[in-house]
Structures are given as C-alpha cells and as structure tokens.
C-alpha cells in the first residue's frame, strides 16, 4: 500500500523557518517525480516545488523560489521543503505528491490531475 506521509508543519511567526518532510513507502519512487502543494482556504491547491528523485532536478513556483528548498533522501525515500523567510501568505495546507508522467515542462507539473499518490498534508500557520 503507498503512502505519503507529511511532517514538520506547524505555527511560526512571520521571518521564521520550517522544514517539512515527507516519507514515502509502499513501493519504489526511484522513477518518480515529487511534490509539495498548498492549499489555503478557500484557494485552489497550488504547486509549490517539485523534484525528479532520479536525477534531482527542481522546479518551483516563482513566490517561493528565493525562500523554499526541495531535496531528496533517495536512501529514506524521504522529500524535505527547506521554507525559510515564511510569510503569512505561506499559510496553507501543505500536501506532499508522486508523479510518473514525464517528459513535461515544470508548467505541466503544477496540474493536480497529473499525480498519482497524495499525502493527507502538514498545516503551516505563519502568524504576522
């Protein structure tokens, strides 16, 4: 059975960091690409960042390009979201994704009906 499980969520003040976590298990995600989303109320799920666990390739949103890492633990199957410089409008529920499409450019990756696997998501809140 696949599953995703996301972590390290949590309430911060505005400038502060998190870093969120996500284990995969249930079969190999060598192939795969993941992803971390967000979803605030009353918005529609948003791509945040993505990357190949194959060759490390990322790809980001541009809000969050200069604040936000995504790495990878190929050994733990494991996806990290380095988010640092929070700000309010980060606030949202953060939900961690696996892909096998490929061959499409990074705006093709931000289509929510291109994934396979979700996570129940971390929450985020970034008081101001």
């Known amino acids: 059975q696949v599953q995703l499980v996301e972590a390290g969520g949590g309430l911060v003040q505005a400038g502060a960091s998190l870093r969120l976590s996500c284990a995969a298990s249930g079969r190999s995600f060598s192939r795969y690409l993941m992803a971390w989303f967000r979803q605030a109320p009353g918005k529609e799920r948003e791509f945040v960042a993505g990357?190949?666990?194959?060759?490390?390739?990322?790809g980001y949103t541009d809000s969050v390009k200069d604040r936000f890492t995504i790495s990878r633990d190929n050994v733990e199957n494991t996806v990290y979201l380095q988010m640092n410089t929070l700000k309010p409008e980060d606030t949202a529920l953060y939900y961690c994704?696996?892909?096998?499409?490929?061959?499409?450019?990074?705006?093709?990756?931000?289509?929510?009906?291109?994934?396979?696997?979700w996570g129940h998501g971390t929450q985020v809140t970034v008081s101001s």
């Open positions: 994704a696996a892909s096998t499409k490929s061959g499409l450019p990074w705006s093709g990756y931000k289509l929510v009906s291109i994934y396979d696997y």
């Open positions: 990357i190949w666990l194959s060759t490390g390739s990322t």
